[in-house]
């Protein structure tokens, strides 16, 4: 079955220093979504990622679609300890509203 | 209102109990979703209604069961539950969104403990 697989699994960052975590799919996706869960908390929406290449940008937060449909990126620019939380990408299987949840990288960051 | 409310917050049950988690959400949202998420995991899909009718069940146990009564309103029943079925249980909805995706709205989720 379709896997979705996330590196790294932790990241501890100085606060400013820079964090990226990767996303990567077994299979063509035809759309990826990154959301944020903060400990104790559920999943919130961050972005949706839809076309081939495809780059946007949120304030300190950059992420990429692959040219490929295979893989994408989240880029925190200078970590703030409000960015502290779980980042989860989530895959959706063509033609349903099946998500598939990455293995997520937690993100501790130390001021 | 964007926001997905689910009761009760916290739930401790045995395993011969019967009991049922409750969401609801007044967006408009035609789809809705159980998850089950264990600590340190990613939340894991459990079941799909889309516009009142279950499209996905993701091979759960017969002791979960899922019920749409209306599109507002989700819930899932559970019956003779084991003590690996302790979880955060999660409800989402969303709806169409462009070139086919749909954003998900989560509730705060129902912790069960299953003793």
Known sequence: GQQVMQIPQYQHVQEG???TTYCNSSTTLSNIQWYKQRPGGHPVFLIQLVKSGEVKKQKRLTFQFGEAKKN???HITATQTTDVGTYFCAALTSGTYKYIFGTGTRLKVLA | DTEVTQTPKHLVMGMTNKKSLKCEQHMGHRAMYWYKQKAKKP????FVYSYEKLSINESVPSRFSPECPNSSLLNLHLHALQPEDSALYLCASSSPGPAGGHEQY??????????
């Open chain 1, 17 to 19: 220093e820079d964090f």
């Open chain 2, 43 to 46: 939340p894991e899909l459990m």
């Open chain 2, 106 to 115: 989560f509730g705060p989720g129902t912790r069960l403990t299953v003793t």
């Open chain 1, 72 to 74: 994408s990126s989240l």
